[in-house]
């Protein structure tokens, strides 16, 4: 079969299409032939050896839809051909509350992804494809869509009284964000650097649109906005960004953070004791999450798609989420 490796390090040009081996499932898997795949920050970040771990070769790709092709022993369905999304959380543990705490892991490294024609997973991680949706809409929701979810509403308690600050729209997992505060009828203040990605989140529903740059005093604009600053923040840049987050929260408010492109964080503990935060970690998530995930996507709800690449592209497909181009999501055309 045809698949996306990375065989070195160097970037999103390491990138290339190969023949490889067809997978065979074994007992208690399924092996789905992927029609649509979909990038992650985190498949970028392994090209630059910016993730912890990274095991080459490898076939990258965390988001994947298809239909079911063949089940390994004692496997009793889905049927063939059943049109199916992938949870790619392999291994989680909800006593421990993480993958990789039960010795799981992500699809796409080490676990081989779904930048290819054919996938191996257990049958467990797979479910039907939301029926309202195409495969480029598919293939676009399982990681960003799942943390998207666990940070807003498992972690963050997202609830129509909430007044959300979501910085660094445009990517894929905040995108998701937005949609689902304004499917729960919260308030909306969006944060971006670029006037192009706060239109595109006004016309998803932002109630408050803020460039940073243009406007260096934004979070002060932003606690303005919110009547007394967001009683739920919801960041990934880290950083100075995470620190402001905190110092505008309104009292009693969550912070949560799953992520930190920007890096570390100088913080005032006073932003945090003298309101009585509650600041939460959040990172991918769990079964239920998924599942409940996928139930509003089956509501009538669609994720943003930013650009279709064929497979043969995958590298300049990267390329435009590493120079942080899109809004939304980018997918894979492969079958």
């Known amino acids: 079969m045809k698949a996306v490796r990375l065989n070195e390090l160097g970037g999103p040009e390491k990138l290339h299409v190969e023949e490889i081996p067809d997978p065979v499932p074994g007992p208690g898997q399924i092996c789905v032939k992927l029609k649509r795949a979909a990038f992650n920050r985190r498949d970028v970040f ?14 990258l790709g965390s988001d994947g839809t298809g ?11 889905p ?12 291994g989680w543990d909800d006593t421990l509350g993480h993958a990789y705490a039960g010795g799981g892991s992500v699809l796409g490294m080490p676990v081989d992804g779904t930048f290819a024609e054919y996938i191996v997973v257990p049958a467990e991680n797979v479910y039907p494809k939301p029926a309202g949706l195409d495969d480029d809409e598919a293939a676009a929701i399982p990681l960003a869509g799942l943390t998207a979810y666990r940070a807003a509403f498992t972690r963050g ?13 445009g990517g894929g997992v905040q995108s998701f964000v937005l949609l689902y505060a304004k499917r729960a009828g919260a308030r909306t203040i969006v944060t971006s650097g670029s006037d192009e ?33 967001p009683t739920l923040a919801i960041d990934s840049t880290g950083g100075e ?44 998530g769990s079964p239920s999450d998924f599942k ?14 930013d650009r279709v690449y064929p497979l043969e592209e995958a590298a300049a497909a990267a390329q435009r989420l590493w120079q942080n181009e899109q809004f939304g999501k980018v997918v894979l055309a492969i079958s």
């Open 46 to 59: 392994i090209t630059k050896n910016l993730y912890p771990g990274v095991a080459l070769p490898a076939t």
């Open 157 to 169: 308690r997202l609830s129509k009284d909430d007044v959300v600050l979501i910085t660094g729209v």
């Open 67 to 77: 239909e079911v092709a063949a089940l390994g022993a004692g496997v009793a369905g």
């Open 79 to 90: 049927a063939l051909g059943t049109p199916v999304v992938i949870d790619p959380e392999i």
């Open 292 to 305: 409940g995930m996928l139930a509003l996507f089956e509501s009538g709800l669609r994720p943003v798609v």
């Open 197 to 229: 990605k706060l239109a595109r989140a006004k016309a998803l529903g932002a109630d408050v649109a803020i460039n940073y740059k243009s406007d260096p005093d934004w979070h002060k604009t932003a606690r303005k906005a919110s009547d007394g600053g």
């Open 241 to 284: 960004t995470f620190a402001k987050c905190l110092d505008i929260a309104r009292t009693f408010g969550r912070v949560v953070s799953y992520g930190g492109t920007t890096g570390d964080s100088k913080i005032r503990p006073f932003s945090i004791f003298w309101k009585q935060l509650d600041v939460l970690g959040s990172s991918m």
